[in-house]
T-cell receptor, first 115, second 113 residues
Framework: NAGVTQTPKFQVLKTGQSMTLQCAQD?????MYWYRQDPGMGLRLIYY???????DKGEVPNGYNVSRLNKREFSLRLESAAPSQTSVYFC??????????????FGPGTRLTVT | QQQVKQSPQSLIVQKGGISIINCAYE??????FPWYQQFPGKGPALLIA?????SEKKEGRFTISFNKSAKQFSLHIMDSQPGDSATYFC????????????FGKGTKLSVIP
């Protein structure tokens, strides 16, 4: 099993450009998450999907949109990138209500720079 | 409002020493307190977790101590090794119906030979 995979690994955008970060998991998990990690700020939740067909805002949703394409895939879209969105983005998944609520599996991250 | 406060921000420990990272929380509705470990260039990975009805949990060289009355919990790494050098995040979450982990800001641990 590959676990949680993210593409691309690195990306450089100009201000105002748009892009979609892709995430997929092969563990048959119900819940998926998008976080951003900035120096000294820890991990902040952008959006999450508790189950296929649902999405909810997290702590820092402004400037982002998400799509839960199916049970495996959860994408994050930046419609008009801004320098403040320069960050490392992590996707994560969680088995579901049957497992521990604190157990999330993280992907390797996408490092995004907006100039 | 930061609901989980973590300290120190960085920590340098000699090989063989004890590393201690502390966290404090405000929300008494939290039910679980996990710790995540992140190596450079990788995503975080679950290390160990505790419930508030337990005062201590040990897994190998890693121990969580929990003080419910003080609303504090800590991670102790015994016999610290250079391979333990990583960033450690404490976190908290409410019961099984909750989906959002609240993370501390992280502690960068460096274990020097």
């Amino acid at each position: 099993n590959a676990g949680v995979t993210q593409t691309p690994k690195f990306q450089v955008l100009k201000t105002g450009q748009s892009m979609t970060l892709q995430c997929a998991q092969d563990m048959n998990h119900n819940s998926m998450y998008w976080y951003r990690q900035d120096p000294g700020m820890g991990l902040r939740l952008i959006y999450y999907s508790a189950s296929e067909g649902t999405t909810d805002k997290g702590e820092v949703p402004n400037g982002y949109n998400v799509s839960r394409l199916n049970k495996r895939e959860f994408s994050l879209r930046l419609e008009s990138a801004a320098p403040s969105q320069t960050s490392v983005y992590f996707c994560a998944s969680r088995p579901g209500l049957a497992g521990p609520p604190y157990e999330q599996y993280f992907g390797p991250g996408t490092r995004l720079t907006v100039t | 409002q930061q609901q989980v406060k973590q300290s120190p921000q960085s920590l340098i420990v000699q090989k063989g020493g004890i590393s201690i990272i502390n966290c404090a929380y405000e929300n008494t509705a939290f039910d679980y307190f996990p710790w995540y470990q992140q190596f450079p260039g990788k995503g975080p990975a679950l290390l160990i977790a505790i419930r508030p009805d337990v005062s201590e949990k040990k897994e190998g060289r890693f121990t969580i101590s929990f003080n419910k009355s003080a609303k504090q919990f800590s991670l102790h790494i015994m016999d610290s090794q250079p391979g333990d050098s990583a960033t450690y995040f404490c976190a908290a979450i409410s019961g099984a119906g909750s989906y959002q982990l609240t993370f501390g800001k992280g502690t960068k641990l460096s274990v020097i030979p």
